[in-house]
């Protein structure tokens, strides 16, 4: 029953995308894009040493590449999405901030004091092996063979040789670096379909509009979404997002103390963070 109702909110929602691709983004000139370079470089940086998590947002914070847009501070007309549901978005980014400061991150400090580093790592491989099947079939979706064929040979070197993906040792082989993760909602913007409006979930995090169904889709790729009962999958999502913010303790905060309006520099920095994903 949960499946075929999700199926069609996938697809009641896919119409809405359709309807909102106008008034996605605007494009940045040359022009623009040369006095931003030159504003950017007066402004000052967010430094960090790996890639920022968000509270309750996991989906940003697993690439590398995502590392360069937490060093800079992103002008809000560099892209323009539409935030109709503002008030709505700031509440939860409320709650998702004080949900991360009350709960996830003393639950994540703790387990991180009680458990060995290199179990931690074994669990984070663990979940990012799972989660093969999502950014596989996107990136046949998007027609990178190259980069399917990295996924699928690090899944089966992992699960193999690392013991149901607890270990890495694809990571070895510099032919097996991890390419960047695909997910649904990228695969739509490849299609050429639009943010929509710019969206905060309670617990996901920032989203949009398109990523939002992209969700919704992924979900019935990735493994976890079959476990039964539903509480017994919402409580590993959970052990897998207090595993994750326990090798990002201090980046939120980090973030939140340089920012001058938290809510708009993280809306700025996910939709900056999407955009350049797609493009990639």
């Not at 605007?26 to 430094?47: F, G, K, L, W």
């Not at 663990?126 to 596989?136: A, C, D, H, K, S």
């Not at 999502?237 to 326990?246: A, I, K």
Request: glycine fraction near 6%.
């Amino acid at each position: 029953m949960r499946k075929r109702e999700l199926t069609s909110i996938f697809l009641f929602s896919l119409f809405f995308v359709f309807l909102s691709t106008g008034c996605a983004h605007r494009p940045v000139t040359p022009s623009q894009a040369v006095s931003e370079d030159i504003q950017r470089d007066q402004n000052r940086q967010i430094t960090t040493t790996e890639a920022q998590q968000i509270p309750s947002d996991p989906d940003i914070i697993e690439d590398k590449s995502d590392e360069d847009f937490f060093e800079e501070e992103f002008e809000e007309d560099k892209l323009q999405v539409a935030d109709p549901l503002s008030p709505w978005n700031r509440a939860m980014f409320h709650f998702n901030d004080k949900l991360y400061f009350w709960a996830v991150k003393p639950l994540a400090r703790g387990y991180k004091a009680v458990t060995p580093h290199f179990f931690r790592t074994g669990v984070k491989n663990f979940f990012r092996n799972l989660t093969t099947p999502i950014r596989l079939v996107n990136c046949i979706l998007q027609a990178k063979g190259k980069a399917a064929t990295v996924e699928f040979s690090r899944f089966i070197v992992n699960t193999t040789i690392g013991v149901l993906g607890f270990g890495s040792p694809a990571d070895k082989y510099p032919k097996l670096a991890p390419p960047d993760a695909e997910d649904l909602g990228q695969t739509l913007g490849n299609y050429g379909l639009g943010n929509g409006f710019y969206l905060v979930w309670p617990i996901l995090g920032p989203s949009t509009l398109r990523d939002s169904i992209g969700r919704a889709g992924d979900f019935f790729l990735d493994p976890v979404g079959y476990v039964e009962p539903a509480e017994a999958s919402m409580g590993i999502r959970g052990f897998d997002m207090v595993n994750n913010t326990s090798f990002r303790i201090g980046d939120y905060e980090s973030f939140k103390k340089s920012a001058i309006d938290p809510y708009t520099a993280l809306r700025n920095i996910y939709l900056q963070i999407r955009e350049n994903k797609i493009k990639e």
